[in-house]
């Protein structure tokens, strides 16, 4: 285990304590033995929501539980093992009840509970949601257009042509995400559709033929008109809303030029600007700042530079 490792680790959604199983998904005959045994545990997905119990944690349905549901879902995903389990997934209809399992829980946003759960719950939900969405998403072949179906366990699909015989493989979408300080100042953005007051970190898809860093430095400048000179590597999160990795930096700027909004920058920014950790322990405290949601990479990367200074915990601020 690598410094690295751990401290993704903490990133709410990681933490790899999951054997995904992939040389044994490849024997149908093992993973239908897996579903039926008594150590089978399934989490349901209905419209990219996770089905939740009243105290916040995950319904696990046995075998039995499950059976009746397995038929007529759209897709079944072996997750993976752990703790003598072997864990499911399975995305039911769009047209299906709400109500339908409500002996068992509550269909829930998993960005509304992300935070009340262990991290290897929130790691089982987002890959439950992630792969139901991609299931959705993939049931045509890319190649020649015929229909697809689920392979060993649901981790590839297979085009049915057998002149194509395309197998593909579950899709991640790789983004970055940046706090940029310049001296004692940090930069943060908001975008118009947000709440009153939100400000985060610079965040953007990675481009094709784009490295890590050039796309830190690229969403920046687009974003905010500030040129950084150094790019450090953080940590990361999955991001399953729907199918993104969150790759978080820190970046130092040249300098403090700045020149947001839509005639100057790409107009995806309602504002931007430089804030100390004096100007976010004010607003919080009359309710002109807030923080980004405290599940995503980006609550983390803003805290650990404001606990850095001398304005305290901002954890004991919000």
């Known amino acids: 285990m690598t410094d690295h490792w751990q401290k993704s680790a903490r990133n709410p959604f990681a933490g790899y304590t999951l054997d995904r199983a992939q040389k044994q998904a490849q024997d149908p005959d093992w993973v239908a033995a897996q579903m039926a045994g008594p150590g089978a545990r399934f989490l349901p997905v209905w419209r990219a929501q996770n089905l939740m119990t009243d105290s916040s944690h995950s319904t696990l349905l046995r075998p039995d539980e499950a059976a009746p549901w397995l038929p007529r879902a759209e897709s079944v995903t072996l997750l993976g093992q752990a703790d003598g389990h072997t864990y499911f997934s399975f995305a039911l209809p769009p047209d299906t009840p709400p109500e339908a399992l409500a002996a068992y829980g509550t269909f829930q946003e998993l960005r509304a509970v992300g935070a009340l759960v262990s991290h290897f719950e929130g790691g089982l939900l987002a890959y439950a949601r992630a792969m139901a969405h991609w299931h959705s998403q993939h049931g045509f072949c890319g190649v020649c257009g015929h229909p697809t179906e689920s392979f060993c366990g649901g981790t590839i699909r297979r085009c049915t042509n057998p002149a194509c015989a395309q197998a593909h493989f579950p899709r991640t979408d790789p983004a970055i995400i940046v706090l940029t300080s310049f001296e004692d100042r940090a930069l943060l953005g908001r975008q118009a559709q947000w709440m009153p007051g939100r400000y985060s970190t610079i965040a953007g898809f990675v481009a094709p033929g784009e490295s890590l860093e050039d796309a830190v430095a690229r969403e920046v400048q687009e974003e905010t008109g500030v040129r950084v000179k150094t790019v450090t590597y953080h940590s990361s999160q999955p991001w399953p809303f729907p199918q993104s990795l969150m790759v978080g930096f820190t970046a130092e700027a040249a300098s403090d030029a700045l020149c947001a909004g839509p005639d100057c920058s790409d107009g995806e920014l309602e504002d931007a600007r430089w804030f100390t950790r004096g100007d976010i322990r004010r607003g919080l ?34």
């Open 285 to 318: 405290a009359v309710g002109t700042f807030s923080m980004p949601s405290s599940i995503s990479i980006s609550f983390r990367l803003i805290s650990e530079w404001f606990d850095a200074g001398d304005e305290g915990r901002l954890a004991d601020l919000v």
